[in-house]
């Protein structure tokens, strides 16, 4: 049961189907083993397999009335089976549903050479791998709809970039090329791919480096505006984690939302500090500045928004809910961002994230 897992992880399909057939049929005392969804034949093992090719439509009566009513079915003749004439090699079977959300999105099939191996027990087990089958399926598909969500959120956010921020620094630029062409053409380049990582489908987990990289380079756009003295932002990355693998567009907003709110009245340089360090079985990502910090009753709202984030946040802070709200989708409640400050001594904001982030997402159950 417990090999079944890294295949049904995967989802109904043609190669997790054909991998779970091939691992029942030794364990089990049936000839055969198959797995369909509602229309064909995704994987079968065993005895008359010629016959029952992956991708093959369904052609036991039997089948699809499970597929409608979700009951287990017991068959014991081969034209029941599948056959046209009682003369094929298997002449018995039991017919199990697979349930997700209480709907049926296929079915186990346990076939036989003769009747007389039909059992109450035979019948029990295929009923209890189907409903182990079930329940890994419903967990892969928990955790699918947990990463299309966390998908979402990231895009709302894509939709929602501050336009402001696009007209400042089109702006921006522009006063720059009558004094420093070279310094414009520069800028105007770097602005090209940061709106294209910006935009581009970021689905996969990325390098740390490149998520830092993308935050120079929108600091790059903020200090031409400032001044090149008055954001300054230096980092402290633990030897190993430069690569370590993380959700695209989280440190980014953090820092944007230092820029928009830290910044003090009288002209002072903003100092953020980003370090990213092991701790315990986890990945801290801290980002701290040297700005106004946050007034009690503001700081105390923020808490308890980022306890529980909203999906598709409006308003100020878009960027810290939408992180928030992407992290806990995708990593559980565990994970997530907090913040600590006090007026005028500046804010830290701290993010956790799991230590051992794969190389390419993995399901969380």
Known sequence: VSETLPFMSQGLTVKSAQSVCNLLLPNVKAHAVALTD???VLGFAGVDHENHMPNSPIQTDATRLTLEDGRTRVVDTSHAVGFAHDTGKLCAGIITPLVVNKRV???LKFYYKSRRKLN?????MAEGF???LSTQLSLS????????????ELRALQAQINPHFLFNTINTIAAITRMDPAKARTMLREFAVYYRRLLENSEDLIPLAAEIE??????????????????LMETDIEPGLENVRVPAFIVQPIVENAVGHARRDDGSPLHITVRVYHASDSVIISIADDGVGIPPAELARLQALLQN???GAQGDHIGLLNVACRVRLRYGAGYGLRIESKPGDGTRQILTLPAALPEKEEPLC
């Open 141 to 152: 598909y928990l955790q699918q709809q947990t990463e299309l969500a966390a998908q979402m």
């Open 214 to 231: 993308q935050t120079e380079r929108y600091l790059m756009f903020q200090k031409a505006r400032f001044g090149e003295e008055n954001i």
């Open 38 to 40: 509602h229309e064909k």
């Open 130 to 132: 189907a409903q182990i």
């Open 105 to 107: 999105v296929g079915t």
């Open 120 to 124: 109450d027990n035979q019948k029990a």
């Open 309 to 311: 984030p909203p999906a």
